[in-house]
């Protein structure tokens, strides 16, 4: 009897040695190596990459190099010059109901004085270059006017005025 309990016992050391029972230590390596991998992807997306991820518009956004800086910093440099070339105040005058010529203007505030020596309707509709009217009418009075209107420009563009009138105007845009 004595035999059989030594013989169970290292039966039972050799069980405990058997390869099967590495399987375990052999799954562990691959779930750590795996949670390896996926720490490093992490930690790249986190310090690498070159992108930003904003908490306002939930986007990424390529952070820009230093080349595309200086290049962005020369066109705001290049756009101030062109904004501070503002349009030449001009004159349009006429006799009578008209459109006028087309002519620029650069989004922002533009000023239109506005004069009518008439007796009747003196109405004034600025228009874009596709024939939309911009805002409310600058001006809609009858008989004799001489007055300004401030009015915003939504963009850079096209446009003319639309005149209803009975006598001599002339509108002067700043």
Known sequence: MAEETEEKKEVEEKEVSKPENKKGGMG?????????????????????GGEKKTQEEGSIQQQ??????????QEATTE?????????????????????EKF????????????????SNFIVHLLDEEGNQVGF???NEIGP???????????DGVYLLDIDADGSWTVAIE
């Not at 562990?28 to 690498?48: E, S």
């Not at 190099?65 to 290049?71: D, P, S, Y």
């Not at 105040?89 to 109901?97: A, E, I, M």
């Not at 650069?106 to 008439?118: E, N, P, Q, Y």
């Open 28 to 48: 562990k390596k691959i779930i750590f190596g795996i949670v390896g991998i996926i720490v490093l992807f992490v930690i790249i997306g986190v310090f690498g």
């Open 64 to 73: 820009p190099t230093k080349v595309e800086e200086k290049a962005t910093e």
């Open 80 to 100: 101030e010059v062109e904004a501070e070339k503002e349009v030449e105040p001009f004159k349009l005058s006429g006799v009578g109901q008209q459109a006028t």
């Open 104 to 119: 620029t203007l650069k989004k922002g505030l533009a000023i239109f004085k506005m004069i009518h020596s008439g007796s």
């Open 137 to 139: 009418s600058l001006v």
């Open 145 to 155: 006017f001489d007055g300004s209107k401030a009015v915003s420009i939504p963009r």
